[in-house]
C-alpha cells in the first residue's frame, strides 16, 4: 500500500529550485540600494494614502455640509 502524499507546507522550497549566489560587492550594493531606495517608496505610499484618505474625508464633509 503506498504512502500518502504528505501535505505541501507553506514557506516550503521545492528542491528543484534554483539559488541566485551573488559576489560580495555585487550584493552589498544591492542592499545599499535597496535601503535608500526603500524610505522613498515607502514615502510615496504613505504620502498616496494621506492624500486618499483626505479626498475621502473632504467629499464626505461637503456631502453631509
Known amino acids: 500500500m503506498p504512502k500518502p502524499a504528505r501535505a505541501k507546507q507553506p514557506g516550503r522550497r521545492p528542491t528543484n529550485e534554483k539559488f541566485v549566489r551573488f559576489e560580495p560587492d555585487t550584493f552589498a550594493l544591492l542592499v545599499e540600494l535597496f535601503e535608500r531606495?526603500?524610505?522613498?517608496?515607502?514615502?510615496?505610499?504613505?504620502?498616496?494614502?494621506?492624500?486618499?484618505?483626505?479626498?475621502?474625508?473632504?467629499?464626505?464633509?461637503?456631502g453631509t455640509a
Do not use: D, F, H, T
Not at 45 to 51: E, L, P, S
Open 37 to 62: 531606495s526603500q524610505p522613498e517608496s515607502m514615502n510615496s505610499i504613505v504620502n498616496k494614502a494621506v492624500r486618499e484618505y483626505c479626498a475621502r474625508e473632504l467629499g464626505a464633509r461637503e
